[in-house]
């Protein structure tokens, strides 16, 4: 029975049905307790944690890995312990609770560094510059972006790079970094070409406009929201009026100084 309550979760949580896949989640729940199977009962409540975090439902969620991470440590999975950890640092990080997220994380990159999970370390290690940046730590989240990236270089992540280089131009655009900006969010931009992720390549040269703004710079800003308007227009992005309007500003400064 608990086979075909997973079943009937994962086809609700396709079809974006997340109130059907959690009633699901929580039967197989069940049904995995009465039978005793603790890896089994470790997965169903992983899932049905991952399903109230996407509800909202966090207080259920953290509920849920907190079981999880009882049975690993019992288990003595040291890799499985680690991802909950990032698991449950991400989850205070969408319910708001930052403060809270930084122990998980730091407890997960102990376990993490010794298995040399580059695909985790390299999420772990972003996660970590994020949450620096949002706390204008520029030293320390240019660090953990670093990390970062040299985990997602070692396993060959075109997405992980895209993102990192993304998140760590932002964070030299913060800091009045310019110059290393500008480099880190022209690599982003190449990942996000690579990958055809237009939206990502659209978000990198917004950033890089604001940047050629800040120096002064108006043609190359100018190029730069050429391109996004473009993308806009072809993959019809909710950003287009916005950014059409401040590439008419732009023009306009050029032609009425």
Same mark, same amino acid.
């Given at each position: ?31 995995? =307790?009465?039978? *005793? !199977?603790?890896?089994? #009962? ?5 899932? /049905? +944690? &991952?399903?109230?975090?996407? @509800? $909202? ?95 997602? =270089?070692?396993? *060959? !992540?075109?997405?992980? #790079? ?5 998140? /760590? +131009? &932002?964070?030299?655009?913060? @800091? $009045? ?81």
């Amino acid at each position: 029975m608990s086979d075909d309550d997973k079943h009937r979760a994962r086809i609700f949580l396709h079809r974006g049905q997340l109130a059907h896949a959690k009633d699901a989640y929580e039967q197989a729940v069940a049904d995995d =307790r009465l039978a *005793g !199977n603790p890896r089994e #009962l470790s997965a169903s409540l992983g899932n /049905l +944690g &991952n399903v109230c975090a996407l @509800s $909202g439902d966090f207080e259920k969620a953290e509920a849920c890995y907190r079981d999880v991470l009882a049975i690993q440590r019992t288990e003595q999975d040291r890799q499985a312990v680690a991802h909950t950890l990032v698991n449950l640092g991400n989850l205070h990080i969408g319910a708001g609770r930052p403060e809270k997220a930084r122990p998980y994380y730091l407890e997960a990159l102990d376990l993490l560094k010794p298995l040399h999970d580059d695909r985790a370390l390299g999420i772990l290690y972003h996660n970590l510059g994020m949450e620096e940046a949002r706390q204008a730590h520029w030293d320390q989240a240019i660090a953990h972006f670093t990390d970062a990236l040299e985990s997602h =270089r070692r396993i *060959g !992540n075109e997405e992980g #790079l895209a993102l990192t280089y993304s998140q /760590l +131009g &932002n964070t030299f655009l913060d @800091s $009045g970094a310019l110059r290393q900006a500008e480099k880190c969010l022209n690599n982003a931009s190449e990942h996000f070409i690579k990958l055809g992720n237009a939206p990502g390549e659209a978000a990198v040269l917004r950033l890089l406009a604001a940047l050629y703004v800040r120096e002064g710079n108006a043609p190359s800003a100018i190029r730069c929201l050429e391109r996004v308007v473009s993308l806009d227009q072809h993959y019809q992005l909710l950003e287009l009026t916005r950014d059409r309007a401040l590439l008419t500003e732009l023009r306009q400064s050029i032609s009425h100084p």
